[in-house]
């Protein structure tokens, strides 16, 4: 009922950019938190950050001054601007989105990009 598409991962050098985006699409009545998780190999998903239809952002600690969040409600996209970035930022990066639909709200994710930071 909810697709998400991702964009934007890569490889890049410590201390470089990226940023991502990911689109939300198909039978839905609203979108009404979206973000982030990443997971490194060997280790548990974790979250990154998360805004929800107010605006409202959280930002895990790691990343605080480093990575912003945002969303264009309008176009049900939200962005991940990744600033600085350390080898330790290499993951798989997934977007997340909680929707309402017709049987209530529930939570849809994207097939994940690969962020490679080398040193």
């Known amino acids: 009922q909810v697709q998400l598409v991702e964009s934007g991962g890569g490889l890049v050098q410590a201390g470089g950019s990226l940023r991502l985006s990911c689109a939300a699409s198909?039978?839905?009545?609203?979108?009404?938190?979206m973000g982030w998780y990443r997971q490194a190999p060997g280790k548990q998903r974790e979250l990154v950050a998360s805004v929800n239809n107010g605006g409202s952002t959280i930002h895990a600690d790691s990343v605080k001054g480093r990575f912003t969040i945002s969303r264009d409600n309008a176009e049900n996209t939200v962005y991940l601007q990744m600033n600085s970035l350390k080898p330790e930022d290499t993951a798989v990066y997934y977007c997340?989105?909680?929707?309402?639909?017709?049987?209530?709200?529930?939570?849809?994710w994207g097939q994940g990009t690969q962020v490679t930071v080398s040193s």
């Open positions: 997340m989105a909680i929707a309402t639909v017709r049987l209530g709200a529930h939570d849809y």
């Open positions: 198909g039978k839905f009545y609203s979108i009404n938190a």
